[in-house]
């Protein structure tokens, strides 16, 4: 309750918040279901329902009021019956059996234990799990587990990696992209992108667009920075992939999630002492922390499309491309929009908007 409110509050009122506060759980509990759920079906790469759920916890999400009962649930668009079977059951028990059976799974266990390692995903979490493997411990151990690069640095980081980044941190993070940019391309601008432009207060890593006004410059933006980062002693990884726009002919035929741009994957080393409040995430005694980076590149007559395509998020970017196909029958992706036999143009994120025949949405507007 808000400080400054009269000690002697109406039983009305008090019914009120304690009413509100029970359909707060119950709406938490439905989105915490969902989100087990969705991520079940993710791992063991089932699409169908996956797609089926993320749609249906985005418009739950959206819903200006919290659900009391089955009444107006038909009506939801994309809630379709097994949702509302989870929501009555929730309504009626207070819990899923569905959602408790996945959690305590073996297999959806060992696969989400997995891939919370950078560098693995659902094929080889799954291929070690088909091999008997159940730990870290036994992943190490045994001789026939060849791990990549990138792997390799997602167990050596995962205590770190696994810990999050604050919005503090993403600021810190920021300042020292930013001085590594300035150091080494003056004229080259960098901004924020991803979780933490969209407001979040906690990610899994920092995502950064650099673009130059120099046609063709962009590509060799990213090595340098890099280099930059290396000579202070800030680079622990890097996986850099180079544009391969230039080999795909745009127009595509199939337009894609993700994209030809210029990009790197980082783990940097985050000093403590650039953390505004010093970084309570940083080991005493060690000073700092390992953080995720990603770095895209892309020209800069491309930089509206890679801003609307990265700033996610994810759900967000499947339902505004979805939203293009089938009520514009356009084509969005992270490169460009394709409107019949043209390509529209666009500076700013409003005017894809604009294209779009929607209003502005500010990229907090975009968590769904
Ligand atoms: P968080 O988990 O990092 O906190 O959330 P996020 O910032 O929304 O997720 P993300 O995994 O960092 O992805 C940010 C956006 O970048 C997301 O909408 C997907 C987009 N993205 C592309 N292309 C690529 C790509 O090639 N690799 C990666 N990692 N992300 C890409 O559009
Ligand atoms: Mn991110
Ligand atoms: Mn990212």
Known sequence: ???????????????????????????????????????YHELTEIEGPRVAYSRAASVLKSLPWTIESMG???ALPCVGEKTRT?????????????????????????????????????????????RGLRSFSQI??????????????????????SRGLSAAEARAVEAVVGETVRTVAP???VVLTGGFRRGKEFGHDV????????????????????????????LLFQAHHPSTLALKKIPCRRFEAMDYYSKCFLILKLEGSRVQGGGQAVPAGRGWRAVRVDLVAPPIERFAFTQLGWTGSKQFERD???????????LLDNHALFDKNQFLAAVTEKDIFAHLGLEYMEPWQRNA
């Open 320 to 330: 505004l491309r979805r939203f293009a196909r089938v009520e514009r029958n356009m």
């Open 207 to 234: 995502d950064f667009i650099v673009t130059t006004a120099e046609p063709g410059r962009e590509n060799s933006l990213l090595p340098l920075i890099m280099g930059r980062l290396e000579e202070q002693g800030l």
């Open 86 to 130: 989870l929501i009555q059951e929730i309504l009626q028990y207070g819990r899923s059996f569905e959602v408790e059976k996945i959690l305590a799974d073996e297999r959806y266990q060992t696969l989400k234990l997995f891939t919370s390692v950078f560098g693995v995903g659902p094929k080889t979490a799954d291929k070690w799990y088909r």
């Open 72 to 74: 107006g649930t038909e």
């Open 187 to 189: 004229n080259a601008r």
């Open 140 to 161: 190490l151990a045994d001789p026939d587990v060849q791990l990549n690069r990138m792997q390799q640095n997602g167990f050596l980081h995962y205590t770190d990696l």
């Open 1 to 39: 309750m808000k400080e400054g409110r009269p000690v002697a509050v109406e039983t009305r009122h008090l019914i009120q918040v304690r009413y509100s506060l029970s359909t707060i759980c119950l709406s938490s509990l439905l989105q915490d279901a969902l989100e087990v759920l969705v991520e």
